[in-house]
């Protein structure tokens, strides 16, 4: 599954990170594009279930989805694409490319000060 993947690597990442730093990790934040359609509570019971007995376990994950964006051909503004109005909402052309979805970025990690 799509999120257990992603929740492995997330867990690696940031145990090293703890270790590192000889800290334990509280929460993190995460972005990714709105097309590699992560669901929230999958990937945080995935995490849960993965971190238990590590240091990362009880973390929150907090996740933001990106929207996709697009780039005008006409005046070169980068806008947040929306389905229900595809327009530039700059110069009002509708002549744009997609750029590529975002993808998933762990960041930043948040640590215990204790
Ligand atoms: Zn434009």
Do not use: Y
């Not at 973390?59 to 694409?81: D, N, P, T, V, Y």
Request: charged share 25%.
């Amino acid at each position: 599954m799509h999120e257990t993947m992603v929740a492995q690597s997330l867990l690696s990442t940031i145990s090293a990170e703890a270790a590192k730093r000889s800290a334990k990790p509280v929460s993190a934040k995460i972005s990714c594009g709105v097309l590699n359609a992560i669901n929230d509570d999958v990937l945080c019971f995935a995490f849960d279930a993965i971190a238990k007995d590590t240091a990362c376990e009880g973390m929150k994950l907090e996740i933001e989805h990106k929207q996709l964006q697009g780039r005008c051909k006409s005046c070169a503004e980068i806008f947040e694409f929306e389905l229900c109005q595809p327009v530039c909402p700059k110069c009002g052309s509708g002549d744009f490319e997609l750029q590529p979805d975002a993808a998933l970025v762990l960041e930043e990690i948040e640590f215990s000060t204790e």
